[in-house]
């Protein structure tokens, strides 16, 4: 069964950066196309970028375009999110996610646990 | 983008129940929608994709369907279990939207 661990979550300021890390096991990261997910305390899903397997394409929600980076290593079988110019509304847990489907996402079928960023 | 609305916002139910929840899309989305489970503190679960098809190891109680704006989850025979927070997602395109939830709790 995959397993995905996200780390990197941590207190910063406004302004600040930082890198989250998903670790994967149990599948050929390569295969899969991948996503990064938030959700703020108390509050829902906000899906925060998608990469695909190849690594060819991105793509990002509004609320975080041009500020977050989304990138994938496969060798290390790992999935990361840099994020820059960081805000009080970016706090959250985030979540990678890896996507099925044939040649467009159908769902999102494997979870972390998340990682919790705090922005103040 | 497309906006994705769910009703209720809550329900409350008892067990061997059935609950239906709703979701609709800002715009046609075809057949590509997801609905996920979520429990406190935990990450989410898909139960659905492509509006209709049981997800690998999800019981069969909980059925979906819907095309094009309008879309519905039921679950039938509630269990303790089922007890959460349910979001249906679009994939139809980017940015991938969620519903903001349906919160399932005791009666």
């Known amino acids: 069964e995959a397993q995905l661990v996200e780390s990197g979550g941590t207190l910063v300021q406004p302004g600040g950066s930082l890198r989250l890390s998903c670790a994967v096991s149990?599948?050929?990261?390569?295969?899969?196309?991948m996503n990064w997910v938030r959700q703020a305390p108390g509050k829902g899903l906000e899906w925060v970028a998608y990469i695909t397997s190849r690594s060819d394409l991105t793509y990002y929600a509004p609320s975080v375009r041009g500020r977050f980076t989304i990138s994938k290593d496969d060798a290390k079988s790992s999935l990361h999110l840099q994020m820059n110019s960081l805000r009080d509304d970016d706090s959250a847990v985030y979540y990678c996610?890896?996507?099925?489907?044939?040649?467009?996402?159908?769902?999102?079928?494997?979870w972390g646990r998340g990682t919790l960023v705090t922005v103040s | 983008d497309i906006q994705m609305t769910q009703s209720p916002s809550s329900v409350s139910a008892s067990v061997g129940d059935i609950v239906t929840i709703t979701c609709r899309a800002g715009q046609g989305i075809a057949d590509w929608l997801a609905w996920y489970q979520q429990k406190p503190g935990r990450a989410p679960k898909i139960l659905i994709y492509?509006?209709?098809r049981l997800q690998s190891g999800v019981p069969s109680r909980f059925s979906a369907s819907g095309s094009g704006t309008d879309f519905t989850l039921t679950i039938n025979s509630l269990r303790p279990d089922d007890f959460a927070t349910y979001y249906c997602q679009q994939v139809h395109s980017f940015p991938f939207t969620f519903g903001p939830g349906t919160t399932l709790d005791f009666k």
């Open positions: 492509r509006a209709s």
């Open positions: 149990g599948l050929t990261v390569s295969s899969y196309s």
């Open positions: 996610a890896t996507s099925f489907g044939g040649s467009w996402p159908e769902g999102f079928d494997f």
